[in-house]
């Protein structure tokens, strides 16, 4: 693939995002679009993709809108830690071809947003910018609304459940579903002690990737051809994550229904743990177990990812 694209050229081409005068692709969006494959308006018919940027708590969110002729709901897609929009490129595909239209962007210190690499001081910030995202789209967007969370996304949207409506019943999402979410990442006692020891004197880690999908082409894009993916990872974010772990394991439990999708050759997050934790917090939880199933589900093999896709369908075509 040709990288003709810069990541700061392509942040100073956004637009703010307005839905009475939606940002078309820049010419730089557009060959940033085709390097990750996800131009589909050029592949689908009739597909309207648009791209830019809105405001929340001093950072500058890039967000992606799709949007199929015939449109039957509206999917929030959340990506995980390391990872941005350009890269979900399959289950983005797999959605529009259900003419359901698409919502996603990039987190703080992620893909094209702003902020420091991988650095958050806080999950709320998350929250904020979930909650600046849904205040800027709702009056504009077919219902009924769905949300799809990978990992820390998958954060994101258990801690909006539990902790940022009065009940279930008032997230605007009608239907929720985690695709190996994260509560504990796996070794999480270890990486406490780590980060109790050395936390105080550095403010970041070196990354490794680790070969979270059965796909070898999927890990070799990521390891030597992804210009977005960070290289280090933040000692702040730890600090957050820690803090939200502990908040979000004593929270009180909620009436509601989650859908979720998990691995059981996942190395990333502490699956069997984040489970259970998840079964106290609300009151119906549906799992399907994928046996040969690693972390990053939307870019699994070919034969796992379409079993995650037919779960999903499954669940959103449901009464």
Known sequence: MNNDWTRSR???SMAAFDFNNLPELTEEAKRYCRYYQIDFCNTLPEVKHYLGSFDALGYRMAMHYYLPKTVKGTVFIFHG????????GHLIK?????????????????????????????????????????NLCQDHIKTPLYAIG??????????????????????IFDKVILLAPLVRPMGWKGALLIHSVLGPFISTWTRVFSDNSNDPAFIKFLKK??????????IEWITALRRWIKAIEITGAVEGRIYIVQGKRDMTVDWRHNIT??????????????????????????????????YIDGVLTSS
């Open 94 to 134: 797999h959605c529009l071809e259900q003419n359901l239209a698409v919502i996603a962007y990039d987190l703080p210190g992620h893909g094209i947003s702003s902020g420091r690499p991988t650095a958050i001081k806080s999950f709320d910030d998350y929250q904020l910018a979930l909650k600046s995202c849904i």
């Open 225 to 234: 051809h992804d210009p977005l993916q960070s290289r280090i990872m933040s």
């Open 150 to 171: 990978q990992s820390t996304g998958g954060a994101v949207l258990i801690d909006h459940l539990l902790n940022r409506t009065k009940q279930f019943s008032d997230s």
């Open 10 to 12: 392509l942040i100073a």
């Open 81 to 88: 830690y390391f990872d941005h929009v350009g890269l979900y």
């Open 277 to 310: 934790i998840l079964q106290q917090k609300f009151s119906e939880v549906d799992v399907h177990y994928l046996p040969k199933g690693r972390h990053h589900l939307v870019n699994e093999s070919e034969e796992i990812r379409q079993e995650v896709f037919d």
